[in-house]
């Protein structure tokens, strides 16, 4: 039971692309990414979240298919603003979009969407979807141009890139989270939603979760890497423990 006066604390939305980078690596059946989400969900796991790539890296076609046959809280699909993926979003429904920056040759999604430098092309994109009945979310650096950008070209929420806080030591983490809460505060005047994800882990998540304004996390490496050491329901587990005793 909730105390009196605590806020909720945000959901945990978990990422299983790695689960699929592990299978990819010898091009087998296993280990299976709509397995795994089914155990993050049973461990209390309130989302699921893929980011299908154009090179098709590590979640395939089918995965996402049989996610959105199988996963019963919420299915995000992280995309890039194309034709392509415009169309499968269409086509396969999930229950919320995330628009990201894809460069071929990252290892992974390196920074925050330049909303502020595509308003033209993304307001279009970002209509189609919403024409679709697709919320659609954009993944973003906690700056203001970026915020305001953001409710510019008609999103109605936002993830707020957490890799440069993950990142920084000393002194910066204080600067890094100040960014992160100046960013939730102005989303939320908004009328923004918020939610926050990259590089957060067991160690440097409390600070994010107790920002009032965030109702989500997106986390995915960090909890796959503890997964393979004991198993993916645990991980969950222990993630939310952290989650939730950061507004207590």
């Given at each position: 039971?909730e105390?009196?006066?605590a ?11 790695h689960?699929?980078t592990?299978?990819q690596?010898?091009?087998g059946?296993e280990?299976?990414?709509v ?7 049973l461990a209390?796991a309130?989302?699921?979240?893929v980011h299908?790539?154009?090179d098709r890296?590590?979640i395939q ?8 046959e199988t996963?019963?809280t919420?299915?995000?699909l992280?995309?890039?603003?194309t034709e392509?993926m415009?169309?499968i ?9 995330t628009l990201?920056?894809e460069?071929?040759?990252e290892?992974?999604?390196e920074?925050?969407?330049d909303?502020a ?5 993304l307001?279009?994109v970002?209509?189609?979807?919403q024409?679709?009945?697709?919320p ?15 409710k ?8 707020l890139h957490t890799?440069?806080?993950a990142?920084?030591?000393g ?9 992160l ?9 908004a009328?923004?939603?918020v939610?926050a994800?990259?590089?957060l ?6 600070p994010v979760?107790a ?6 996390l ?5 909890i796959?890497a503890r997964?393979?050491?004991v198993?993916m329901?645990?991980?969950v587990?222990e993630?939310?423990?952290?989650i939730?005793?950061?507004?207590e």
């Open positions: 039971m105390r009196p006066g806020r909720r604390p945000p959901r945990l939305a978990v990422n299983v692309d689960i699929a592990i299978r690596a010898r091009g059946r280990p299976d990414p397995t795994a989400a089914a155990l993050a969900e209390g309130e989302g699921i979240i299908l790539r154009e890296r590590h076609d089918r995965d996402l298919r049989l996610l959105r996963v019963s919420h299915l995000n992280e995309m890039a603003a392509e415009v169309r979003a269409s086509a396969i429904r999930p229950d919320l979009v990201v920056p460069r071929r040759q290892r992974t999604t920074g925050g969407l909303v430098g595509q308003r033209t092309r307001t279009a970002v209509s189609q979807l024409r679709s009945d697709l659609v979310s954009l993944f973003i650096a906690p700056e203001e141009e970026q915020v305001e950008a953001a510019t070209v008609g999103a109605t929420l936002v993830e890799g440069s806080y990142e920084a030591r002194e910066a983490v204080r600067e890094a989270l100040a960014s809460i100046r960013a939730a505060r102005l989303a939320a005047g009328g923004i939603r939610s994800g990259h590089g882990n067991y160690v440097n998540v409390e979760a920002i009032p304004e965030v109702e989500e997106n986390i995915g490496h960090s796959v997964a393979a050491l198993g329901e645990r991980a587990r993630m939310l423990t952290r939730r005793g950061a507004r």
